[in-house]
């Protein structure tokens, strides 16, 4: 069974088909940058771009990132335009696509879905959480495989700033940092939220999953175990269609 899944992010757009037996991309994926400002409008015809590259007409799963109700109202948008707030997501969505079956869910919480099916938590029970590294920090938390939807602690403070101003691979462009330095950052996170949640498993996902060679040793001192993502990038792709398929 293939459902379209796209992920939608602070500095892209991407998607693909979905092979759900799988949980693995159909095709390779199709990515157009996020357009700035990243407006209701302008990140909407971005999705349609990526969508209408394959030709799609059945139903798509969408993340975003930020906190979405049930009903596909955007509720935060720390890394997109403030004029995201109050929009009815689905609905935006439905129409630029034609009438096509929309489902929309908070992107890190489709990455950890995936992550729980077919990726580092399959299997896992206590407590585990989805961490995903990039413009800001997302996460998803599950407990005995359930999960508790948008927990947004990329917005919890850490050395008097918001952790994803300190922490996240934004930052470490931004700072010049490291793979060392921006390490011992992560690490200091990974503690504060380790202190909070009491955590069984961390799984580290976003595009600096598949460099986490670089970045793992310098993680020490957490109890809990720390794994990078297995679905890497394109795990907000595949949860995204696993939420759109029901």
């Given at each position: ?10 500095s892209g757009?991407?998607g693909a088909?979905?092979d759900?037996d799988r949980g693995?991309l159909?095709q390779?994926?199709?990515k157009?940058l996020t357009?700035?400002?990243?407006t209701p409008?302008g990140v909407a015809d971005?999705?349609k771009q990526?969508?209408?590259h394959?030709g ?8 975003f ?6 009903g ?7 890394n997109?335009?403030?004029s995201?707030?109050d929009?009815?997501?689905r ?5 630029r696509?034609?009438?096509?079956d929309v489902?929309v869910v ?8 995936a ?7 399959r299997g896992?029970?206590g407590?585990v959480?989805l ?5 800001g920090?997302?996460?998803a938390v599950?407990?005995d ?17 918001e952790?994803?101003?300190r922490?996240s691979s934004?930052?470490k462009?931004?700072?010049d940092?490291?793979w060392?330095q921006?390490?011992?950052?992560v690490?200091?996170y ?6 909070l949640f009491?955590?069984?498993?961390f ?6 999953s598949?460099?986490?060679?670089k970045f ?5 001192g957490?109890r809990?175990e720390i794994v990078?993502?297995r679905l890497q ?7 995204a ?6």
């Amino acid at each position: 069974m293939q459902i379209f899944g796209v992920d939608i992010g602070g500095s892209g757009i991407k998607g693909a088909p979905v092979d759900l037996d799988r949980g693995d991309l159909a095709q390779e994926r199709h990515k157009v940058l996020t357009p700035s400002p990243a407006t209701p409008d302008g990140v909407a015809d971005g999705v349609k771009q990526v969508v209408e590259h394959f030709g799609w007409t059945g139903p798509v799963g969408l993340t975003f990132p930020g906190v979405v109700t049930d009903g596909a109202t955007v509720l935060t948008a720390a890394n997109v335009d403030k004029s995201w707030v109050d929009t009815d997501a689905r609905a935006l969505f439905r129409e630029r696509l034609g009438g096509l079956d929309v489902t929309v869910v908070n992107d890190a919480d489709a990455a950890g879905v995936a992550e729980m099916a077919f990726g580092a938590g399959r299997g896992r029970r206590g407590t585990v959480i989805l961490l995903t590294f990039g413009t800001g920090i997302g996460s998803a938390v599950f407990h005995d495989g359930v999960l508790v939807p948008n927990t947004e602690l990329g917005h919890l403070e850490l050395d008097g700033h918001e952790a994803e101003k300190r922490a996240s691979s934004k930052a470490k462009e931004d700072h010049d940092l490291t793979w060392e330095q921006w390490g011992h950052r992560v690490r200091a996170y990974l503690a504060h939220v380790e202190m909070l949640f009491s955590p069984e498993l961390f799984v580290i996902g976003g595009g600096v999953s598949r460099k986490a060679h670089k970045f793992l040793p310098y993680l020490d001192g957490v109890r809990a175990e720390i794994v990078p993502a297995r679905l890497q990038n394109n795990a907000g792709i595949v949860g995204a269609a696993m939420r759109a398929a029901g």
